[in-house]
């Protein structure tokens, strides 16, 4: 299947400050999303991006789809605590009839 | 409350036999997708469905099966054949490709899968 490069892997950060983790492919997507993840739960959608170029905001978030259509980063401003997970990106492919891609994931850790 | 519920969210299961985690979805949505989750990877495709009573298999569909007899349900079935099944498994669901051109994956809470 498709790949997505996703980095860093893990992140060891102070509380308050910024989180920047990105995903690039060699495929053009039509949608790329943001994913949260728990332990031992499900991935929680944080944000969707539609349109190269686009930038989004949710609460401390924010993702822009890049403009090549390959790539997409997430930003996380001020952590707190609670921010603590795995992050995924997902892509959608329209030529394998909108199946979804993920990466690899990031661990961030915050350290209070 | 409109989600995706997957049941058991533990399930152990002797080597040798075959057993079904059940997911279900009151979001209308026509597509649903199994996924495996191992530590440290990202999330394998196992079958996907697009519409009721139709599937194709993903990346690693081999030794799991599926059946898609209503819309909100997708069961997937490990059988013995899959060698290595121990995992975490995800469910997720779209509105699908027939209603929208760009969507998004809803996910389940996981089945945690062991085999003892």
């Known amino acids: 299947g498709q790949q997505l490069n996703q980095s860093p892997q893990s992140m060891f950060i102070q509380e308050g400050e910024d989180v920047s983790m990105n995903c690039t492919s060699s495929?053009?997507?039509?949608?790329w999303l943001w994913y949260k993840q728990d332990p031992g739960e499900g991935p929680v959608l944080l944000i969707a991006?539609?349109?190269?170029?686009e930038l989004t905001s949710n609460g401390r978030l924010t993702a822009q789809f890049g403009i090549t259509r390959k790539d997409s980063f997430l930003n996380i401003s001020a952590s707190i605590p609670s921010d603590v997970g795995i992050y995924f990106c997902a892509g959608q492919l329209r030529s394998t009839g909108n199946q979804f891609y993920f990466g690899t994931g990031t661990s961030l850790t915050v350290i209070p | 409350d409109g989600g995706i519920t997957q049941s058991p969210k533990y399930l152990f299961r002797k080597e040798g036999q075959n057993v079904t985690l059940s997911c279900e979805q009151n979001l209308n949505h026509d597509a649903m997708y199994w996924y495996r989750q191992d530590p440290g990877q990202g999330l394998r495709l196992i079958y996907y469905s697009q519409i009721v009573n139709d599937f194709q298999k993903g990346d690693i569909a081999e030794g799991y099966s599926v059946s898609r007899e209503k819309k909100e349900s997708f069961p997937l079935t490990v059988t013995s054949a899959q060698k290595n099944p121990t995992a975490f498994y995800l469910c997720?669901?779209?509105?699908?490709?027939?209603?929208?051109?760009?969507?998004?994956?809803?996910f389940g809470q996981g089945t945690r899968l062991t085999v003892v």
């Open positions: 991006l539609y349109k190269a170029g």
């Open positions: 495929s053009i997507f039509n949608t």
């Open positions: 997720a669901s779209s509105i699908g490709s027939g209603k929208a051109l760009n969507t998004e994956a809803f």
